[in-house]
């Protein structure tokens, strides 16, 4: 009965994953997903999370018990905190929903279905480009979605002129994301200047906010610095949606650890929260309990944030170090053009400028796994690989 399905097409990032592990060239270098990896090349266990981990087997009282369809409220309370600050009035006013969810992805599917179902708009803008998987999660929650202007190739900057014009043109009430910091593939942020303008043609087209917060953290090294779009916009005063995820900034990829807050009226804050609750119970009943209570441990606990602010700035730092030491090597190897781009780029990545062609010839020949946009996960390079990348960039450029 299924013989007509179609075979579906290769995931835009995750594929890349699956063509490194195949590879049998010693130099290959995966650096297609957005994952830290230490300057050894292995996955980082941070210590506030060993620490947290060893608190929770020592505790006999731990079980396996279901958690509530919100999952843990405090775990709830504490993320929304984190993105929003102890000073936010739309936190003390009552009017924020928070549930726990599967990382980003699943905080923007909830996000998505809660949409669907009791919002007066179907439209998604997204910016172009944007992580590959928001287009996927908003048509299956059968939403549209349609591109405003974000990046322009020829300063390898923000178009900001166009970003403002497409969302001054957009239909009144339209939905729009917004990546909270460390942009997704680019690399590239607004200013707080900038900020405020693209909240002004927000305000003015009476948009509803979708921030996409996947790097607190990771961008400034700076928890606060890094969310103050957020709470730029939450200040306003306007309803709107955040996804949070602690896949990169604790190291918790595969726990799926996320947060969805709503924020609307003071009147509507329990009714929305029972929905997002409803919502959830009817795609996975009530989230996973390990990973949440990891990240409750270290955020409830004053001498563990301290740790981990600090063990964040050192994966920002390593970075920052990265896009220093591909910049160098691309210098001394004679890589044709600039590459500035690579310093000044924020957060895990780096939008090269590849085409896909040279993409092609990088992954064929050089065996380096990236996304076809061109987008190289600097958190997965290390100085040792510095050159042999630089290397494979020029030869790719060149021919
Ligand atoms: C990425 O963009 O590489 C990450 O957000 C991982 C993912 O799920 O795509």
Redesign the pocket.
């Known amino acids: 009965v299924f013989s007509d399905v179609p075979k579906a097409p290769p995931d835009a ?2 594929s890349a994953s699956e063509g490194f592990e195949a590879s049998t060239n010693p130099n290959k270098l995966n650096l ?4 830290y990896r230490t300057e050894e090349g292995k996955p980082l266990v941070l210590g506030v999370v060993k620490e947290a981990k060893r608190r929770i087997l020592a505790d006999a009282s731990q079980d396996h018990e279901y958690l509530i369809m919100g999952g843990i409220p405090e775990f709830c309370k504490l993320s929304a905190l984190l993105a929003f600050g102890a000073d936010s009035k739309a936190l003390q006013e009552g009017r924020a929903a928070t549930i726990q969810c599967l990382s ?2 699943g905080s923007l599917r909830v996000g998505g279905e809660f949409l669907a179902r009791f919002y007066s708009h179907k439209l998604v803008l997204t910016p172009t480009p944007s ?3 928001h287009k996927n999660i908003f048509e299956r929650c059968g939403l549209q979605t349609q591109g405003y202007r974000y990046y322009l190739p020829a300063t390898r900057g923000l178009d900001y002129e166009g970003l403002i014009a497409d969302l001054q043109a957009a239909p009144e009430g339209a939905v729009v994301i917004l990546h909270a910091c460390a942009h ?2 680019t690399g590239v942020d607004p200013t707080p200047e900038q900020w405020r303008g693209i909240l002004q043609a927000v305000q003015s087209r009476r948009l509803l906010p979708f921030f996409d917060s ?1 790097y607190q953290g990771f961008a400034s090294g700076d928890l606060e610095r890094d969310a103050a779009s957020i709470r730029m916009f939450a200040d306003a005063g306007l309803e709107m949606l955040l996804a949070q995820s602690y ?1 990169k900034n604790m190291g918790l990829y595969g726990e799926r650890v996320g947060a969805l807050t709503v924020i609307s009226s003071d009147a509507a804050a329990k009714k929305v929260e029972s929905q997002l609750m409803a919502t959830a119970r009817a795609m996975y009943s009530n989230p996973p309990k390990f990973g949440a209570l990891l990240v409750t441990i270290i955020l409830s606990d004053p001498e563990l944030l301290a740790q981990w602010k600090v063990e964040l700035k050192g994966m920002a730092d390593r970075i920052h170090t990265m896009r220093r030491m591909l910049f160098d090597a691309l210098q001394e190897v004679g890589a044709p053009g600039s590459w500035n781009h690579v310093l000044e780029q924020i957060g895990m990545f780096s939008y090269t400028g590849l085409t896909e062609a040279q993409v092609e010839n990088m992954t064929t020949k050089w065996s380096v796994f990236m996304t076809r946009d061109g987008r190289i ?1 600097m958190a997965g390079l290390s100085g040792t690989k510095c050159k042999y990348l630089a290397e494979a960039i020029k030869d790719s450029v060149e021919n």
């Open positions: 990032i995750l297609g997903v957005g994952a980003g992805t992580w590959a998987n997704n593939p996947a896949a996960s």
